[in-house]
């Protein structure tokens, strides 16, 4: 997204609704506290692009995101679930076997499952970076942390991660 | 910095114990993501040149960081997606108390939203039908005025403007013929529906805050 003009909100909802919903459906494991994140991300942009100034675009959106996800976890009173994903709806290009979406379902069940298994504040760092494909900077200014900090929790979050793997890759 | 290669070239042993890692090794995500800083490049590419260890935590990193990138962008359910429509706002508009900014975004919404429009057209006709209710005297004291009235003299021009605007985009709808019918418009309904949705919009907070528990 251009640095310099504001986007309408019908922009950021058609670029981004689908990485803020995979973002929060990362760090919950849960459809529903995903769906709820996006409508209220959605509706926090909306009132916030009105006195929205030109600049990190990423930065302002991520911020907003995550400060959402933590008020829905505060508001809910409750640890981001554990429970397994039972819908991995991924899409997909070209037409693969059953078997291929089969065994890609079950690894990204695998993944997903590892991932809510790791502190919170890890997840948040390595889902900001790989799933969402923030740089570290922009990692930075969307949880208010410093760099190093980012980079410290990125990397325990995937040695912990890794370790919770345990198919052959 | 300088000892750290050092330090770990002579102790190896403890980099099999996974409390003690070596120093480099935080380096290596860092690396992966293309995100060093300057200096710290030579330091890594030298160090993975005769540590064992590091090689394989580096491949362990690079095979948990794939293993999340692979997983796929999920699609959003129909039902997230709040409806990209203005409610409050819409009557925030027609009284002028809109920022410029947020006014100008209603009118290139209105502009391609017919429901937004009719809405529009309803609300300004239960204003117009509350207006020509005959005025009774307050039977107290009128409330003392709020502090934020003096800023109104201003954006009432704005409404003015507003009421234009709707004239205009009106016209070219060419919605004339089915026309307002203010007799009909249910207030109290239409008080409930904006209630609703208010409760809905509350609340923007951008005050940064930490995530809960441990921090590393
Ligand atoms: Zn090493
Ligand atoms: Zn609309």
């Known amino acids: ?169 | 910095m300088a000892d750290v290669n050092h330090t770990h070239e002579i102790d190896v042993s403890t980099h099999i114990d996974a409390d003690v890692e070596c120093t480099i090794g935080e380096l290596l995500s860092a690396y992966l993501d293309g995100e060093l800083r300057v200096g710290e490049l030579d330091l890594v590419v030298s160090h993975l040149n005769d540590c064992l260890e590091c090689i394989a935590e580096f491949h362990d990193l690079k095979e948990a960081r794939a293993a999340v990138r692979m997983m796929p962008m999920l699609q959003v359910p129909e039902s997230a997606m709040p409806a990209a429509h203005y409610g409050p706002e819409l009557s925030a508009f027609l009284d002028g108390e809109l920022t410029a900014d947020e006014q100008q975004m209603i009118v290139k919404h209105l502009q391609t939203c017919t429901d937004c429009l009719l809405e529009l057209q309803d609300l300004d006709g239960a204003r117009t039908a509350i207006r020509s209710l005959p005025g009774l005297e307050p039977p107290t004291p009128i409330a003392p005025r709020l502090p934020v009235h003096h800023q109104r003299t201003s954006l009432r021009r704005l409404g003015v403007a507003a009421a234009a605007v709707i004239g205009a985009i009106l016209i070219t709808f060419n919605m004339a013929s089915s026309g307002p019918e203010p007799t009909a418009v249910d207030l109290d309904q239409l008080a409930d529906q904006h209630n609703v949705r208010l409760s809905v919009e509350d609340g923007v907070s951008g005050v940064p805050v930490n995530a809960p528990g441990a921090t590393p």
Request: glycine share 6%; aromatic share 8%; proline share 6%.
């Open chain 1, 1 to 169: 997204m251009a640095e310099d003009r504001v986007p309408t909100w019908e922009d950021v909802a058609r670029r981004y609704g689908r990485k803020i919903y995979t973002f929060a459906y990362r760090l919950t494991g849960n459809p529903d506290d995903a769906s709820d994140l996006v409508q209220e991300v959605l509706l926090r942009v909306r009132k916030g692009l009105a006195n929205y100034t030109p600049g990190s675009f990423e930065g302002w959106l991520w911020r907003i995101t995550r400060n959402a996800f933590l008020d829905e976890v505060r508001k809910k009173k409750r640890r981001p679930t554990t429970q397994l994903p039972e819908d991995d709806r991924a899409i997909v290009g070209s037409t693969p076997s059953p078997d291929e979406v089969l065994a890609s379902v079950r690894l990204s069940d695998d993944v997903q499952a590892a991932l809510l298994k790791i502190p919170l504040e890890f997840r948040e760092c390595v889902v900001l970076c790989d799933v969402v494909g923030l740089s570290y900077e922009e990692i930075s200014s969307a949880i208010d942390a410093p760099v190093g900090t980012v980079r410290s929790r990125i990397h325990r979050g995937r040695k912990q991660l890794r370790g919770l793997l345990t198919w052959p890759m």
